[in-house]
């Protein structure tokens, strides 16, 4: 981990800009463009100020990155994008993914998914990520050339390899069901979430109507008019701060979307094993065919029905020499599949064992992350619930003052 590029590096996505351009086929469209800011942390320990390298980039570069990283690493789990529009929110926050505080959770999203990477033992080292925080023109050509589209396994092959493969990894099958239930469980959790901030909202706005009619039926009282007063100020105050609070709230919703994302990041690797293991299969399957029709041409029978019998008995059987001539061709197809299907082996065996520390790593840090989240929203909603219990309490000592 000390070869990090987060140790070496700081990493920072500063801040988002809304601009207008034209696309791809020359339409006007808007778009948030975000400031990544990068500095050697090496210069800083010897007591210089490094300087800061700065770039823009869009959205859709981010996108771009994590697709090639996805393809060239396919055994790492790799990071999550945030979202690109909101979801799970609840109905006074906007789901515009233009509007500001959006745009701003997106920008802090960006720049975890940056540290995330920088942090990872393998991800980091790659030169194209490095390029991406480093060169602002030319990136894009440069990782086209990598030809990583070519490299990508289509959603068709993988769902056929899903319903073909006879010997699933029992490992693999059951990350997957994990992947598919964490999923569900955050799904569950950040829809409940919106739920209550929604009734949140109305508890303290309804604070607030409890201000104001303390205010109003202050000017009509002499004796009493200063303690309502003074109680109507606390719950105008408490009213107020759930704009704060509710906030604070989606930054730890955020937290749980990330890991919403991982699920599909876990699916990733497990839809690649079973397409290594689809297409092991399968060489496996080739190879003991081309074996079994060299052994009828050697011994001249045949075992299973097949057209090329058929043929042999309606026009005759193939002369000496067109036998040993297929034999051979076979025989250097045998030898080629034998090949192919100890690299796939071995390739196979490469892609668990490396698939697996990362996912073992994966699981330590969601599990830190996780607990840290939960904590952190739970010492919040105490907070919250002191707040409630202060301003109540404060109420009271306005009232007997009365």
């Known amino acids: 981990m000390e070869d990090c590029l987060a140790k070496k590096m700081e990493i920072t996505v500063s801040e988002a800009e809304k601009r207008t351009g034209r696309n791809a086929v020359n339409m006007q469209e808007t778009y948030t463009a975000y400031l990544i800011e990068t500095r050697a942390v090496e210069s800083q320990s010897e007591g210089q ?5 700065s770039l823009w ?40 993914n233009m509007d500001p505080d959006f745009v701003e959770r997106r920008r802090i999203g960006l720049e975890n998914f940056l540290l995330r990477v920088a942090s990872h033992p393998v991800l980091c080292q790659d030169k194209i990520f490095y390029s991406f925080l480093t060169q602002e023109g030319g990136w894009k050509e440069m990782v086209n050339e990598t030809g990583f589209q070519l490299k990508a396994d289509s959603r068709l092959k993988a769902l056929n390899a899903t319903f073909r493969v006879k010997n699933p990894d029992k490992r693999f099958t059951e990350l997957k069901h994990y992947s598919d239930e964490l999923q569900s469980v955050i799904s569950h959790l950040l829809r409940v979430r919106a739920r209550v901030a929604d009734r949140l909202y109305g508890v303290y706005k309804v604070h607030g ?56 990041a876990l699916r990733a690797v497990c839809r690649k094993h079973e397409l290594m293991q689809y297409d092991l299969e399968m060489a496996a399957q080739d190879l003991t065919s081309k074996k079994q029709q060299c052994e009828e041409l050697a011994t001249g029978t045949v075992r299973t029905f097949s057209l090329k019998g058929m043929t042999s008995k309606l026009f005759g059987q193939e002369t000496p020499e067109q036998r040993e001539a297929k034999i051979k061709v076979l025989e250097e197809q045998i030898q080629e599949g034998e090949e192919q299907l100890k690299s796939k082996n071995l390739e196979g065996r490469d892609f668990v064992k490396s698939a697996w520390a990362d996912i073992e790593r994966f699981k330590e840090q969601k599990n830190h992350d996780l607990k840290e989240a939960l904590i952190s929203y739970a010492v919040m909603q105490i907070s919250m619930c002191k707040k409630g219990i202060q301003v109540w309490t404060n109420a009271k000592e306005c009232f007997s003052k009365m």
Request: charged share 30%; with cysteine.
């Open 49 to 53: 100020c490094a300087p800061v390298d």
């Open 57 to 96: 980039r869009r959205y859709s570069e981010f996108e771009l990155l994590r697709n090639y990283l996805s393809v060239t690493y396919p055994h790492i789990v790799v990071p999550p994008l945030p979202e690109k529009r909101a979801d799970f929110v609840w109905h006074k926050l906007s789901a515009d």
């Open 209 to 264: 109507n409890y201000g104001r009619v303390f205010s109003e039926w202050s000017a009509i009282e002499k004796e009493m008019g200063d303690g309502l007063q003074s109680a109507g100020h606390h719950m105008d105050v408490y009213a107020a701060s759930i704009d704060d609070i509710l906030e604070e709230e989606e930054h730890y919703a955020d937290q749980l979307k990330e890991y919403l994302f991982y699920a599909e």
